[in-house]
């Protein structure tokens, strides 16, 4: 990987783990807007649990090189949700935020998904068999 794509993927990991560890303290200590979310969606509290431990799981998994193909899979699924709840039952606009938080989840999604195509190759079980997709080596 030439270090100009190596800088990219860096950034594109540690942009997509900030922003999902700044939204973890509003889920676990139940801010009134995740309660809210989370209610919407009728999984309050055990999903809001559940999705806050699954990002916490991302976000170390997103900064140890090893692991951050693994770590932008899972952020990406769990974005794709995210997404998809803000579409059909959230709306863009969550209590006034301006769409901020549908926002933030297009941009941890979009990284995720970068850093998977980047980092493709060190997935596990498909990982080898995409080492070279279009004649382009990855990590």
């Known amino acids: 990987m030439s270090k100009s794509l190596s800088i990219l993927c860096w950034v594109m990991q540690i942009a997509a783990a900030g922003i999902l560890l ?3 303290f509003f889920k676990f200590s139940g801010a009134e807007e995740s309660r809210y ?7 309050e ?3 809001r649990f559940a999705a806050g431990t699954a990002e916490l799981v991302a976000v170390v998994l997103l900064l140890v090189p090893q692991t951050a193909a693994i770590g932008a899979a899972l952020a990406a699924v769990l ?3 995210a997404v998809m ?3 059909t039952r959230l709306g863009v606009e969550v209590r006034g935020d301006g ?3 549908f926002a933030l989840a297009v941009v941890v999604l979009a990284a995720s998904v970068g850093v998977v195509v980047i980092r493709r190759s060190q997935l596990p079980v498909i990982g080898p068999q995409l080492r070279s997709v279009a004649g382009t080596e990855t990590v």
Do not use: D
Request: charged share 0%; net charge neutral; proline share 5%.
């Open 99 to 101: 769409g901020l938080l």
């Open 85 to 87: 709840s803000h579409l």
């Open 45 to 47: 509290p055990w999903g």
């Open 22 to 24: 700044q939204t973890l």
């Open 79 to 81: 974005m794709g949700g």
């Open 37 to 43: 979310i989370f209610s919407t969606l009728g999984v």
